[in-house]
């Protein structure tokens, strides 16, 4: 077994978090078909806890019981992708599990987190690992939702509406199955969530969904949404979004990508995407966050109520 923090030398991978609880185990399973996918080895890494209480026997104890639960489940993991014909490699990391994993991100191609630890080896709960580690990884996340939460259609609709092409729709009137689903903001083409989800979708034979959100009437009073020209909107938003699809079909002319154009709540809306999509991607941060908030409202809010996969791509420097 190797020892965090990651070895510069180490090939890219996909590495995924194992605390030996089922939610793990689901998270496992992701990552052997995204391995698989992307003709890559896993990387388990398990955690344990370190302590200081000032009794060097009864730390010994404690180390020696954790090491031994961790080097258990990391054992179980690798036969699991053994099995699944996937080359797996295994870290055991003391101390704090996010850290370990973000270290690990390093170089990687992709990370797989379940939304929540079992509060073992990997002691976290959006879970407040899997929160962290899509704050701060180095390379895009997923996070699968708990096993569970079987979609479909968990979340309303509220307000929001679907700007389509022979008029507005309920936004639950859009089925997203099959679909890989990139919500965008102000940066357009230049957003590195568009291009993750652009190869996610070729790599998987899945069809690209592009998502633009007008929040800018959340909150508004009505006569403000009475006078907003919605033609207008949409008119700018069809333009900027068939260039963006030029632009993905002068590269890749084999992708299949459709546009859809919404009124409401970002969030709102890209969380009702999980109920029915294969992925949703979002950007850790968006265009309009502060500096130093590595983890966006908007991303964090999908991630905290998806009923289905979704990637996070970093916006921040590596």
């Keep these: 077994m190797t020892t965090a923090p990651r070895d510069n030398n180490q090939t890219s991978a996909v590495i995924v978090g194992i605390d030996g609880s089922d939610q793990a185990r689901h998270a496992l399973q992701r990552a052997l078909e995204e391995a698989r996918a992307l003709e890559l080895p896993v990387r ?11 009794d060097p026997g009864l730390e010994q104890r404690f180390t020696e019981a954790v090491t031994k639960e961790n080097a258990e489940h990391l054992a179980e993991a690798r036969e699991l992708a053994q099995q699944a014909g996937v080359q797996a490699e295994t870290v055991e990391a003391g101390g704090d599990a996010a850290k370990a994993i973000v270290e690990q991100s390093e ?28 704050a701060h990884a180095k390379c895009p996340v997923i996070i699968v939702p708990e096993a569970s939460e079987d979609r479909p259609g968990r979340h309303g609709g509220g307000g929001d509406m679907a700007l389509e092409p022979n008029g507005p729709v309920k936004v639950d009137e859009i089925d997203f199955s099959g679909r ?6 102000a940066l357009g083409a230049r957003n590195p969530a568009l291009w993750q989800a652009v190869e996610y979708a070729r790599g998987h034979g899945s069809k690209l969904a592009l998502v633009s959100v007008n929040g800018a009437l959340s909150g508004t009073p009505s006569w403000f949404q009475d006078e907003f020209n919605q033609a207008r909107y949409f008119h700018e938003a069809e333009q900027k979004l068939a260039e963006i699809s030029r632009e993905i079909a002068a590269e890749h002319p084999e992708l299949e ?20 999509a294969e992925l949703v991607v979002v950007g850790s941060r968006g265009i309009g966050g502060f500096r130093g908030l590595l983890l966006g409202s908007v991303s964090q809010a999908v991630l905290e109520n998806a009923t289905g996969s979704v990637m996070v791509v970093p916006s921040h420097p590596a």
């Design 44 to 54: 388990l890494v398990g955690a344990y806890p370190v302590i200081g209480v000032g």
């Design 107 to 134: 170089g990687a191609a992709l990370v797989v987190m379940g939304k929540r630890g079992r509060g073992g080896a990997l002691r976290g709960r959006l879970g407040s690992v899997s929160a962290a580690v899509a």
């Design 180 to 185: 890989v689903v990139v919500g965008l903001d």
């Design 257 to 276: 990508v459709e546009h859809h154009i919404f009124v409401g709540r970002p969030a709102r809306i890209l969380m009702r995407a999980t109920d029915s």
